[in-house]
């Protein structure tokens, strides 16, 4: 739909969490008359009620406790937040009614005058989105510089006030791409490793889902070329390279084949190809993040600014005294002569091997939550090989605790670890027992490889939970 034509139609949002409000808000301003629908009652979405008390009733109805086919009735458009399948019986008879489908990236996609940069991938979207941010303002400047989308406050919020020379930084999630028919004028795919699949059908529908970032780079009616970054290691990722409609990039840690401009790693400097020329972006010593994994999304965000058109100084810039973001690795506390970490982003089992394996110390590991339906072998047979105490909480620890099994039967003869295995209900008696387990020169790591919904409402409810019990031990 033609954001020009909002004016008179009716819209029906469904989600009133913040990406749903703040569509709200904004299509009202647009003329939309709109119908905001939550399956919660009126009780528990009081402060989404008061956010947009001051928006008359003409403009704004609410339908709250259920999903009611009726509510599509004379209705223009159907947008749905992150959260709401599109198996949803409402979004079907939508369907079936050829009403389209749409959410507040798309609508912020055809509403916004500037170029846009548009990240997604199994891992590390955050930490790459947030540093492409911070080295685009060490060129741009605060001012001009607008970083959003799947992290931080809707951009919707925000595309009133940006102008044509301003850039965006857009996380994207597959839950936003799934039903989305316009990219971002750069789209980069980081990697793609099995996740969400009780939502998605299977890992061949999650990899398509992720390609729509590239799909829709021609046609977008302004002026701004079209660039795709692909991770030139991970298969899936580089699979998708035929589907490049615009410039090629890539980013790994060893140098691709071919001459399409790259970051890649040699003698523990970060490298640029571009054209005929290498070049020697930045050293390794100035990244303060853990990881092999966090390597690659400095390598990724790098490349992205350089086919943004952004200066190296500005790269280097954005590295230079980055700590990371909340819930990534992230040091709670030491106490005691041990470090604990807060890993809680990591919802997949693949998260949690970056974790591990960042570490050389000897490590007490917190796994658990609710499954996503995910493979737990792959780990499970490193939690043989390097971890020396786990602790499994949650909902999914059966599951865990099987996968444990098999691994430990796999390697009967090498096996040295795990050498306690505790099983815990809920995550703060799994903090309990890593602190009776854990010893001197010791790293604690909440790394979950579950959902939290199972106890939070979302990872970072989790993440909050585990400093607060951490910080509480005496």
């Known amino acids: ?43 528990e979405l009081k402060p989404a009620l008061d956010s947009l008390s001051d928006i008359p009733e003409t403009s704004l109805k609410w339908v709250l406790g259920s999903h009611p086919t009726e509510i599509l009735d004379g209705v223009d458009l159907l947008c749905l937040s992150g959260g709401i399948p599109t198996s949803l019986p409402l979004v079907l008879e939508a369907r079936r009614r050829g009403i389209p489908l749409s959410n507040d990236s798309q609508i912020f996609l055809d509403a916004t005058p500037c170029k ?39 951009l919707i919020t925000m595309v009133d006030q940006i102008h044509a020379d301003d850039l965006v930084v ?17 789209a980069a795919i980081l990697n793609i490793t099995p996740n969400h699949l009780d939502r ?15 799909d829709y780079q021609t046609g977008n009616g302004d002026s701004f070329s079209t660039c795709a970054v692909l991770n030139h290691e991970d298969p899936a990722s580089w699979a998708l390279k035929k589907r490049v409609r615009g410039q090629l990039f890539s980013f ?22 571009r054209k005929t ?25 790098s490349v992205i600014c350089v086919a943004a058109g952004l200066p190296l100084t500005a790269i280097r810039a954005g590295v230079v005294g980055f700590g990371g973001v909340s819930h990534r690795l992230e040091l709670v506390r030491t106490w005691k002569g041990v470090c604990w970490y807060n890993d809680s982003i990591a919802t997949a089992p693949e998260r949690v091997l970056a974790a591990v394996k960042s570490f050389e110390e000897p490590m007490v590991l917190l796994v658990g939550g609710r499954d996503k339906n995910l493979p737990w072998g792959e780990l499970a047979s490193l939690i043989c090989r390097r971890v020396d105490h786990l602790v499994i909480f949650g909902e999914g620890r059966e599951k ?4 444990l099994e ?61 400093r607060k019990w951490v910080m509480m031990l005496r």
């Not at 008359?33 to 009126?42: A, F, S, W, Y």
């Not at 529908?205 to 992720?210: A, D, L, P």
């Not at 092999?292 to 965000?301: C, D, G, M, P, T």
């Open 1 to 43: 739909m033609n954001m020009d034509s909002l004016s008179g139609k009716q819209v029906v949002i469904v989600g009133a969490a913040r990406q749903g409000t703040a569509l709200a808000r904004y299509l009202v301003h647009q003329g939309a008359r709109v119908v905001l629908n939550d399956r919660k009652p009126t009780a």
């Open 116 to 154: 846009v940069i548009g990240i997604t991938g199994s891992a590390g979207k955050t930490t790459t989105t947030t540093l492409v941010g911070r080295m685009a303002k060490a060129a741009l400047g605060d001012d001009r510089v607008y970083v959003g989308g799947n992290i931080g406050n809707p």
């Open 170 to 186: 857009m996380e994207l999630s597959s839950f936003q791409l799934e039903i989305m028919t316009r990219s971002t004028h750069i």
């Open 200 to 214: 998605h059908a299977d890992f061949a529908e999650y990899q398509e889902i992720k390609a729509r970032i590239l």
């Open 252 to 273: 790994g840690i060893e140098e691709p084949p071919g001459d399409h401009p790259a970051t890649y790693l040699r003698d523990e400097v970060i490298w640029l190809r």
């Open 277 to 301: 020329e290498t070049m020697e972006l930045l050293s390794c010593s100035m990244i303060g993040l853990r990881g092999e994994h966090n390597l690659r999304n400095v390598l990724a965000a």
């Open 400 to 403: 865990i605790r099987q996968a």
């Open 406 to 466: 098999k691994a430990v039967g796999n390697h009967r003869q090498s096996v040295q670890r795990p050498y306690t295995i505790s099983e815990c209900a809920g995550l703060y008696e799994a903090v309990q027992e890593a602190a009776l387990v854990a010893e001197v020169g010791d790293v604690v790591v909440l790394s979950p490889g579950g959902t939290s919904f199972d106890e939070f409402r979302d990872f970072e409810d989790r993440g909050e939970a585990f």
